[in-house]
């Protein structure tokens, strides 16, 4: 049984998804025979894991859920802590933000309960994601910068690559774009270094964005592209429809305006197939007002009507949405003078 458990993680580690999922189900149909509910638990994390990253996240609730109730009535409290930052993870892909923090903050009060100082670093790095989405990222700095120090005092290699990844996100945002890089590539370096290829392609395409930023478009190009190769061949759709958006936003710049559409298009398509609503709004956004500069106003209209529903259903009220608004105000004013 343990050894079940320990290949399951570590096919997981280093994003062997497919062979992690039937290793972890192998394991789990063990467990229920011989009736050890606590390998149970695990095993329904580590398929939750598998799930959420091949973007099944029904699956990926469902299996959280029997972790967590097999976890409260064994008082698991570790458990416990790991199946809410499970929950909240889904919670984000899915734009669900309020429920995704409140799921972190319970795992927070459980993990210093127990006195997981692991524990809680990682639900404080998960928190700053959801503020780093929310358009917060001088916030999101202060809980990565304390996140990354426990991980590298745990010798924890892979959140600490997500950490330095993160922080490389943040500080772009902040146009930090130098420091971004430097942060994005420790993050590269330690993935590579441990065969996470998820991790890996995270960097790769992070370091797309702030070479953008940069100006320097060969390199952000190389980026995207070599991110897109690794989330298809590990099978991550999320990761494969924000490559796309990304380089959508560089065809954009270019001018390579039926490429950018291509790439929109088939980026809105796979986040909604996964339930993915905040991808889906960002992409429908981009192909909206790059409809609207080629003068297809009544497209580019249908695309910011749709990405503004999305917005206002997930809660989203920064200045992603008012792109939207002022996009539809601008598309239904030059649509109404050309039909007079």
Known sequence: MSAF??????LLYITKLKEA???ATSGLRMAQRQGRSDFEASFHGLIASVQRTLGDYDGALASLRAAGEINERHGNNLGSGACLNGTGLVYVALGRFSEALHSYKAAVEIFRRVDSPLGVAISLGNTAVVYLEQGKPREAIALLE???ENHRRFQNPHGEAAALSEIGLARSALGE???ALKSLQGGLEISRRIGDRLGEANA???MGNAYFQRERFQEALASYRSALAIYREIGCLTGQ???LG???????YAGQYDLALQSYSVAAVIHRSVGNALGEAVALTNYGLVQGDRGEW??????????REIFVRIGITDARLQVVLDGMEKYASTLKGSNR
């Open 21 to 23: 999922q039937t290793a």
């Open 298 to 307: 009544s497209e580019a209209g249908k695309a910011l009507s749709g990405a």
């Open 204 to 206: 790769l395409s992070g």
């Open 241 to 243: 429809a924000n490559a």
């Open 177 to 179: 774009h130098e420091n």
């Open 146 to 148: 304390e996140t990354l």
């Open 246 to 252: 990304n380089m959508g936003n560089l065809a954009t």
């Open 5 to 10: 458990l320990a290949v399951s993680r570590t």
